[in-house]
């Protein structure tokens, strides 16, 4: 059984070790995160160039070496190489650094869930490393189910959060608030661009003083 957290790695040194395509989507995904990304490998495809080239990483073309680890935050080694993961893994774990090895959940001292992301909400799904390709084709249920219009409703509701806050309603009150407009469908409502619809549930929820927050996706 593993404990799932979101690390704030923004700014900070992740190190990648591995140059394949594997490698490239766990690069991309911690550079959405913002993480300051060297990539140590001595040969790297294409993709892991083009973020070379345009200095987007550091990269080290050449073969991983003891030492290289010191100072990250975490690493992802993504080699077809057991015996280089190994070493990764004791390196890492003999640093007190994070480490993840790809599919070896053994070497690992946490894993990666499949991820869904829209705008500042970010929905995982993990099977503490027993069956990655279930959790993928999850996901894929998931990327269907909650579309680009929960980035809008994150920010809404965020939004109205902060504002309730400001006028003194309880924890409770806030969380019934938002309750009841996720329940009465604001998501679909964002969806279908419909802001009569969003007006008169802001209404019958928070009351006609309260303001529509701006919603980019409702144009009438």
Not at 87 to 99: K, N, T
Request: with cysteine.
């Amino acid at each position: 059984m593993s404990y799932l957290v979101n690390l704030v790695i923004e700014g900070r040194p992740a190190t990648v070790v591995g140059g394949g395509t594997i490698a490239a989507r766990k690069i991309h995904d911690l550079l959405e995160a913002r993480a300051d990304v060297t990539v140590i490998s001595p040969v790297i495809c294409p993709e892991i160039q083009a973020l070379a080239a345009t200095a987007r990483i550091h990269l080290r073309q050449r073969p991983y070496a003891a030492g290289d680890l010191r100072g990250a935050s975490l690493v992802i080694a993504a080699t077809d190489d057991e015996d280089l993961n190994a070493a990764i893994s004791r390196e890492a774990q003999s640093l007190r650094v994070p480490v993840n090895v790809v599919d070896r959940p053994a070497l690992c001292t946490f894993t990666l869930p499949a991820v869904v992301r829209r705008g500042d909400l970010t929905i995982a799904v993990s099977t503490a490393g027993q069956c990655p390709a279930l959790a993928s084709v999850m996901r894929e249920e998931l990327t269907e189910r909650y579309g680009d219009e929960y980035a809008d409703v994150v920010r809404v509701l965020g939004d109205v959060r902060r504002r309730l806050m400001a006028e003194g309603w309880s924890g409770s009150r806030i969380r019934e608030s938002v309750d009841g407009l996720y329940r009465g469908g604001i998501a679909e409502l964002i969806r279908k661009n419909d802001r009569l619809g969003l007006t008169a549930l802001f209404q019958a929820v928070l009351g006609t003083g309260f303001p529509l927050p701006p919603v980019t996706r409702v144009t009438r």
